[in-house]
C-alpha cells in the first residue's frame, strides 16, 4: 500500500512541474502539440509543494519520512534530502531572501531552511498544532495557521521569532498572503468563513461567510410551475 502512494505521489508531483515551467518535448509530443511529462520520484507521503521563482527550486514535505525534497527545476530531479521533524505538513519560500520554511504538527515546530546549503538554520518553536504556512516577502514576515490552538502565529523572518498571535479564527487552516497590500487571508473550516486579516496591525478586519457566497450564487429568478390544463396538478413540478 505504501508504494502505491508513493508511486502515485510522484506522477502527481510530476504533473504539477509541468504546469509550471517548459517542459522539453520530444518531436512527435511537439507536432502534436503535448509536453512531454517528467516523473520525480519524492519521499515517502508527499503533501506540500512550494516553489521559489528566483532559483527555480521545488520543495515537497514528506509527511510519511520527515524529510523536504529539494528539487532542480531545469534539471528536475531531486538535489536535496532535508531532515525536518517528524511529520512536516505545511511549506513555503521566501525568494527575495532564498528561504524556505516547513513546519511539523508532531513537533510543534517549523524549520528554517537556506536554499543556499539546502540545511536548517533554526527551528521556531509553535503552538500545539501548526498546519499550514505563507510568507510576505515585501516585509520578511511568515505567518503559520494552528488548528488546535486556534490562532495564526506571526513570524519575524530576520529573527525567526513569533512576534505576535493572532486570535479570532475558529478553526484556521488554509493561508496566503498579498504582500502589495500586507493582507493575510485565512480559511476557518469550522465557520465556513474567510478571515481578512491586517498585516500591519495583525488583526480580523473582516470575516466573508461561506454563506454570502451562495447567495450571491443563487439564480435570482425562478421558473413558477404551469398552470396550464394540459399539465396535471400533481405534475406542476415537473412542467415548464
Same mark, same amino acid.
Not at 10 to 39: D, F, Q, R
Not at 69 to 79: A, M, N, P, T
Not at 135 to 164: E, H, K, L, M, W
Given at each position: 500500500?505504501?508504494?502505491?502512494?508513493?508511486?502515485?505521489?510522484?506522477?502527481?508531483?510530476?504533473?504539477?512541474?509541468?504546469?509550471?515551467?517548459?517542459?522539453?518535448?520530444?518531436?512527435?509530443?511537439?507536432?502534436?502539440?503535448?509536453?512531454?511529462?517528467?516523473?520525480?520520484?519524492?519521499?515517502?507521503?508527499?503533501?506540500?509543494?512550494?516553489?521559489?521563482?528566483?532559483?527555480?527550486?521545488?520543495?515537497?514535505?514528506?509527511?510519511?519520512?520527515?524529510?523536504?525534497?529539494?528539487?532542480?527545476?531545469?534539471?528536475?530531479?531531486?538535489?536535496?534530502?532535508?531532515?525536518?521533524?517528524?511529520?512536516?505538513?505545511?511549506?513555503?519560500?521566501?525568494?527575495?531572501?532564498?528561504?524556505?520554511?516547513?513546519?511539523?504538527?508532531?513537533?510543534?515546530?517549523?524549520?528554517?531552511?537556506?536554499?543556499?546549503?539546502?540545511? &536548517? *538554520?533554526?527551528?521556531?518553536?509553535?503552538?500545539?498544532?501548526?498546519?499550514?504556512? /505563507? @510568507? %510576505?516577502?515585501? +516585509?520578511? =514576515? $511568515?505567518? &503559520? *495557521?494552528?488548528?488546535?490552538?486556534?490562532?495564526?502565529?506571526?513570524?519575524?523572518? /530576520? @529573527? %525567526?521569532?513569533? +512576534?505576535? =498571535? $493572532?486570535?479570532?479564527?475558529?478553526?484556521?487552516?488554509?493561508?496566503?498572503?498579498?504582500?502589495?497590500?500586507? @493582507?493575510?487571508?485565512? +480559511?476557518?473550516?469550522?465557520?465556513?468563513?474567510?478571515?481578512?486579516?491586517?498585516?500591519?496591525?495583525?488583526?480580523?478586519?473582516? @470575516?466573508?461567510?461561506?454563506?454570502?457566497?451562495?447567495?450571491?450564487?443563487?439564480?435570482?429568478?425562478?421558473?413558477?410551475?404551469?398552470?396550464?390544463?394540459?399539465?396535471?396538478?400533481?405534475?406542476?413540478?415537473?412542467?415548464?
Amino acid at each position: 500500500m505504501r508504494r502505491r502512494t508513493f508511486v502515485g505521489a510522484c506522477l502527481t508531483l510530476a504533473l504539477l512541474v509541468a504546469v509550471g515551467m517548459p517542459a522539453v518535448a520530444s518531436p512527435a509530443a511537439s507536432a502534436a502539440g503535448k509536453p512531454k511529462v517528467t516523473t520525480i520520484p519524492v519521499g515517502l507521503g508527499p503533501v506540500r509543494v512550494a516553489t521559489n521563482p528566483q532559483t527555480n527550486t521545488i520543495y515537497v514535505t514528506n509527511n510519511g519520512d520527515g524529510t523536504v525534497s529539494v528539487i532542480d527545476g531545469k534539471k528536475r530531479r531531486v538535489v536535496a534530502i532535508i531532515p525536518v521533524g517528524v511529520m512536516p505538513l505545511g511549506v513555503a519560500t521566501n525568494p527575495q531572501t532564498n528561504t524556505a520554511y516547513a513546519v511539523d504538527p508532531h513537533t510543534r515546530t517549523m524549520s528554517v531552511i537556506d536554499g543556499q546549503t539546502n540545511t &536548517v *538554520t533554526a527551528t521556531v518553536p509553535l503552538g500545539f498544532h501548526p498546519d499550514e504556512v /505563507a @510568507t %510576505n516577502p515585501q +516585509t520578511n =514576515t $511568515i505567518y &503559520v *495557521t494552528d488548528s488546535a490552538a486556534q490562532t495564526v502565529s506571526v513570524i519575524d523572518g /530576520a @529573527t %525567526n521569532t513569533v +512576534t505576535a =498571535t $493572532i486570535l479570532g479564527v475558529f478553526n484556521p487552516a488554509g493561508v496566503a498572503t498579498n504582500p502589495q497590500t500586507n @493582507t493575510v487571508y485565512v +480559511t476557518d473550516a469550522g465557520l465556513a468563513m474567510l478571515a481578512v486579516i491586517d498585516g500591519a496591525t495583525n488583526t480580523v478586519t473582516a @470575516t466573508i461567510p461561506w454563506a454570502a457566497v451562495q447567495r450571491r450564487s443563487r439564480p435570482t429568478h425562478r421558473p413558477t410551475p404551469s398552470t396550464s390544463p394540459m399539465c396535471p396538478t400533481s405534475a406542476r413540478a415537473r412542467c415548464g
